[in-house]
C-alpha cells in the first residue's frame, strides 16, 4: 500500500508486507558496480517483491560513503519500475543519519531502515533519541532495524513499544524466531502487543521466513532473496495463500543453504551466488570483506545445483 506522491516524488509506503529483497551493492576495482547493481534490481522487478531495500547489512551500507549511498538510492529507486524502494539510512552519529535520510527522500525512496550502530555501547534512552531525531526529519516512514549481531545492540520488547509511538515508525525488523511454532507464536503476539496497530512486524534472517511468517508476521526481509528471490517468493506466497505446511516444506529444502549461511554469512553466500551467476563481478564485496573460500564456493555451487537454484 502506498499514498500518493509528495512535492519530491517521493511515494511513501504505508505498509510493508510479502516480501522485501535486499540486494547486493556490487563492487568492481573498489567502485560501484552500477550496471550489475541495476541487474539485481531488474531481477527483483522481474521476480515480482513486493518492495525492495538498498543498503542493508547485505547492501553493505556501512562501508560506502555518503555519495555513493545516495547514487545507490538513485539507481535503485530509477530501475524498480514502481516497486517502492526502502532505503538504510544508519550511520554512527545522528547527524550523518539525518544526512542520508534527507539524501534518501531527494532520491525518491519509500521509506526508510535504520539501526542503531554504535561504536561505544548505547543504552535505550540514546537509542530511542536517535529514532526520535530520524522520525523528526521527514514524513519518510521508519523501519526499526534490530540487527544485533552487526550493532551489538539488544532490543526489548518495552523499546519496541516505546519507539512504536513516534510518529512514522511503520514497521519493527525482528531477528528470526525460536524454532518450535508454538514459542515463536508467542514471541510475535509478544512484540505485537506493544506496537500499535498500524505498526506491523518484518522478520529478517533468512532460515526464519518461513517460520516468521508462520507465526504472524508481515514481512519477510530476505537478504539472500535480494540475489536469487524466486524461492523465497515462493515461500511468501504460499504463506499468504494459506499453505503454511507447503511454505515450511519449502523452506526445508533450502536447509543446505541456511546452514552455510549460518556459517559464512548471508552477504558473502549472496554474493558468492552473484558472482557465480555472473551477476555480479570476482570480489564483488568492500575490503577488507572477502568473499567466499575456495572450498565453500566449491560447495555452494554443488548446493545450487542440487537444489535446482543454479540457474535462478
Same mark, same amino acid.
Given at each position: 500500500m502506498m499514498t500518493s506522491p509528495d512535492s519530491t516524488g517521493t511515494v511513501p509506503v504505508t505498509a510493508l508486507t510479502g516480501l522485501s529483497?535486499?540486494?547486493?551493492?556490487?563492487?568492481?576495482?573498489?567502485?560501484?558496480?552500477?550496471?550489475?547493481?541495476?541487474?539485481?534490481?531488474q531481477r527483483l522487478v522481474a521476480a515480482g517483491v513486493d518492495s525492495i531495500t538498498v543498503l542493508g547489512s547485505t547492501g553493505s551500507y556501512m562501508y560506502l560513503d555518503r555519495a555513493?549511498?545516495?547514487?545507490?538510492?538513485r539507481l535503485a529507486v530509477q530501475h524498480a519500475a514502481g516497486i517502492p524502494v526502502l532505503a538504510g539510512v544508519g550511520a554512527m552519529r545522528t547527524e550523518h543519519v539525518l544526512?542520508?535520510?534527507?539524501?534518501?527522500?531527494?532520491?525518491?525512496?519509500?521509506?526508510?531502515?535504520?539501526a542503531p550502530v554504535g561504536y561505544q555501547r548505547l543504552d535505550d534512552d540514546e537509542v530511542f533519541e536517535l529514532f526520535r531525531a530520524a522520525t523528526g526529519r521527514s514524513e519518510l516512514p521508519v523501519?526499526?532495524?534490530?540487527?544485533?549481531?552487526?550493532?551489538?545492540?539488544?532490543?526489548?520488547n518495552q523499546l519496541y513499544g516505546r519507539i512504536a509511538q513516534l510518529p512514522g515508525i511503520i514497521s519493527i525488523k525482528i531477528p528470526g524466531v525460536p524454532?518450535?511454532?508454538?514459542?515463536?507464536?508467542?514471541? @510475535?503476539? &509478544?512484540?505485537? +502487543?506493544?506496537?500499535?496497530?498500524?505498526?506491523?512486524i518484518g522478520v529478517s534472517g533468512d532460515a526464519f521466513g518461513a517460520a516468521g511468517l508462520i507465526a504472524g508476521c508481515d514481512t519477510w526481509?530476505?537478504?539472500?532473496?535480494?540475489?536469487?528471490?524466486?524461492p523465497m517468493l515462493g515461500i511468501t506466497r504460499a504463506v499468504q495463500a494459506g499453505e503454511p505446511a507447503k511454505a515450511q516444506a519449502l523452506s526445508e529444502d533450502l536447509q543446505p543453504l541456511w546452514e552455510l549461511i549460518g556459517q559464512c554469512?548471508?552477504?558473502? @553466500?549472496? &554474493?558468492?551466488? +552473484?558472482?557465480?551467476?555472473?551477476?555480479a563481478a570476482p570480489d564483488c564485496l568492500p575490503l577488507p570483506v572477502q568473499g567466499l573460500k575456495p572450498d565453500q564456493r566449491a560447495q555452494l555451487a554443488l548446493m545450487l545445483d542440487r537444489l535446482g537454484l543454479a540457474s535462478l
Open positions: 529483497a535486499f540486494p547486493l551493492t556490487p563492487l568492481k576495482d573498489g567502485q560501484l558496480d552500477q550496471t550489475a547493481f541495476i541487474g539485481l534490481v555513493e549511498r545516495e547514487r545507490v538510492i544526512a542520508h535520510i534527507d539524501d534518501a527522500r531527494a532520491a525518491g525512496a519509500a521509506g526508510v531502515l535504520l523501519v526499526v532495524y534490530d540487527n544485533p549481531s552487526t550493532t551489538h545492540f539488544t532490543f526489548s524454532a518450535d511454532p508454538e514459542k515463536a507464536r508467542a514471541h @510475535v503476539a &509478544a512484540i505485537r +502487543a506493544v506496537l500499535p496497530e498500524h505498526v506491523g526481509f530476505t537478504a539472500v532473496g535480494g540475489t536469487i528471490p524466486v554469512g548471508s552477504l558473502r @553466500v549472496s &554474493a558468492a551466488i +552473484a558472482e557465480r551467476q555472473g551477476l
